[in-house]
């Protein structure tokens, strides 16, 4: 083996850096596809558990009313547990911690029930008995009080943020310690702690329903399928009449982190698009590797003959051969591990993931395994037609090529249609990657960074200030909702214009207010009428802000899809 390795060097070289390079792809393909899919799964009953949300475009977290579970208990005997939980970090409430305050942390609000479906492992302590108590999460224990023995009994008091008064303040001892949520987790909060039983709520109330404040996840009974449970919600839904436009979708948990991810995560679709194209690259160096192996092997005719004629086996020569193309691979499989080891970093930073390197090293120990057993197999039978060929050519005398040519065909004609449709779906795949990048916003966002500045937190005008002196800003604005990005922004359906129809009730208008120069920095391309001018600032007539006191430009800008769901012909 080292002695064919070192004659065909070239050949070598190119089908073992392939092999390695193939595989290499594949397994961060697959670990990205399998860590992608695997959100939520390591909960005992999440096979049967599903988050039920209010359809809507301003719901981009999956929210819905706390009355839906009550009418679930009623209508919908097919959901075994009910739940609803409050996202409580997300409410900027601090706490206090012996004197020591605690900015805004992740606490989550549950019922008695949230724990059948999302069961914790507690690592000190207990579980949550009362209403007054609270289990926080390991890091939290560390972060705070230095170890969880030390965390455990002690007290946290909510408390409003600087500016701010809290009427009700609760206090929460803490009784448990829970294990970390994993990474590949869509709830991982530092604490859970338990509401209040509510008071029994009028499903037939329309007010009950108006506002989407909470989390609703369901457990199936056994046999229930999602998408059923979905189709008899909403039907008993429409028996309400205030409830006849608003409708419910049910998702099983392993979508939900498909479904609210940022704008900036990869979709599903693109994820298994790229474990795909990597499959096929695979694919392709795989029948390279085994093709050149083959075209050196079938040189070696004088070799095979001299074997047989000092009484060498067929099943010998056979076992030549695979302990030959065993070495070739075990070569490609170290490479490929030093490959893996060298760009793990650069991975991780592309499509933003944590990599667990012993769930990667299983998986690399998988796939190498699984290539060794597919090429020994694909190579036994044209090896074995090879050997069995030469012996009779040796006994005959006559040449017998043609199979060894036909299987050399063959291997090719499947390597170059496997090859052509690779191209293909790389190059669907660029396009589709070009259009989203560039996608034509309207306005220049080449150098433009946004971050969200809570105008009530501690310093935050301070922080302010310390950013617009760095020296590579060369220009700020202020904004009130997110420009670039559709993060966080919430669209109306109040504004007024002259025209406006009954159909016209439903539209969805985002409006967003720029401070002076706010145009200047987008850049936007105006397509009639113009922007801004310095003597729009400086007007007798404009309004004053109701909050603040200060002027207010009373003029606007609308995008051309603004224009058009308005049906505005002159705007």
Known sequence: AVRNLLKYKTQSVISILGLSIGLAFFIYGWHWLNYETSYDNFYPNAKRSYLVYTQDENNKAGYSPLILTNFIRKYCPEAKIITHSYEGGKGNMDYLAEEKRIKNPDFMQV?????DIFPQIILHGRKLMNDDEIIVSESFAKTHYGSIEKALGNKLQQTAPAGFRLADARKLQIVGIMEDAPQNSTMTPSGYYQQPSPTSSNIYQPEE??????????????DYKGSDFEKHLNASLAQLDFLKDKSFKVIPLSQKHFEFASEESFSYSAISMFTIATGLLLCCVLFNFMNLFLSRYYQRVREVKLRKAVGASHFKLILQVMLEITAYCLIGFLLCGCIIELTLPF????????ISKAVLWQEYTLVVAGALVIIQ????IPASQFIRSVSKQALTGKPQSHQRNMVRRTGLAIQLVICLFFFASAGSLYQQLRF????????????IIELMVRS???NS????????????IERHITSSQYMVSKEGLRTTTDIIWEGKTEEDKNIQLAQVELTKDGDKMFNFRMKEGRTYTDEDWTGSNQPKDFMTGKPVLNKVLLTESAVTAMHLSQP
């Open 436 to 447: 989203m990048n560039g996608t034509d916003m309207g306005i220049d966002t080449s150098r």
């Open 111 to 115: 019922d008695s029930v949230f724990f």
């Open 209 to 222: 329903w108006r506002y989407d404040n909470g989390l609703t996840h369901v457990m199936l009974k056994k």
């Open 461 to 472: 005008k301070n922080m302010v200030e310390e950013i617009k002196q760095l020296p590579m």
């Open 456 to 458: 009530f937190e501690q």
């Open 377 to 380: 197999i694909l190579l036994l």
């Open 347 to 354: 991975f991780e930073e592309t499509f933003g993931l944590t």
